[in-house]
């Protein structure tokens, strides 16, 4: 059973992955639990703890098993390079049938606001650039980033899925889009570092658009709803993660405040679990 993880509602997939991938764990049948335990003298008690809820779009599976992967060789008395934890990650995220592990990992083992590349191909070998802003442009950043949860839950595997599957049948308006996220992605680079967050809010959104050229499900009538409700008060919008509910992502207009943006929701949402979550930026 504990070689058993690709039911991702199970509530201990990520834990039997995470013993496999950093290979505690042996992926062979033919030796027991007990025999195992008897090699290493004992047992482990893996814990974790998360405060949002699943399907987020925040990374959450990928980022504990990054620190739970890093923490396990600690036991005995090893230290892993981060592009063995990015990989060991990613190979936890496959046998969790997640469809995920490509970049979360590494930008919660940076830390800060980075930039992540990578080149083509199966194995990704991750760089990250950790953003230097001026302490302006972070106060400002903080003041006008708000995380609203949509009330909706999904798995990224479907959405991911079929992003993947449109740049593999070579889709000319897929890889079109990809072409023009990375130069997004790029752009939005460029005025954080320059401190411009209303030019980064605008390529924001159009990143967002972007991605709903890959795949329709990377929204949905809800999620567009809200961010009509919104309007007004925001320069950028777009989803974390591969989208299709989770949390949505927005800079707010120079002079609102979340306490507005809270109010809005709050008055057209009532009961519905969508709502504003508290959030900084660090």
Known sequence: ?????????????????????????????????????????????????????????????????????????????????????????????????????????????????????????????IESEILELSDAARYELNERFALIFSGQRRLARNVLREEMNQCIRNDPAALDAVKKIQECCALMRHYLLKGNITEFAKYMTKQFELVKVLDKGASNTCIEYIFDVIDGLIDGKSICGAGGGGFLQVILKKGVSKEQLKSRIAEEFAECGVEVWDCELV
């Open 1 to 125: 059973v504990i070689r058993d993880c690709r039911n991702p509602s199970d509530p201990f997939a990520l834990h039997k992955a995470v013993l496999i991938a950093t290979g505690l764990i042996p992926m062979a049948d033919d030796v027991s639990m007990e025999e195992f335990c008897k090699r290493i003298g004992g047992g482990i008690r893996l814990e974790t703890q998360a405060q949002v809820p699943k399907g987020s779009g925040l990374g959450t599976s990928s980022i504990l098993a990054a620190a739970a992967i890093r923490a396990i060789p600690r036991l005995f008395g090893e230290e892993p390079a981060d592009e063995m934890i990015h990989a060991q990650v990613f190979l936890a995220e496959q046998l969790m049938n997640t469809g995920g592990g490509w970049q979360d990992q590494a930008g919660s083992l940076a830390g800060g606001i980075s930039c992540l590349t990578s080149a083509p191909g199966t194995y990704q070998k």
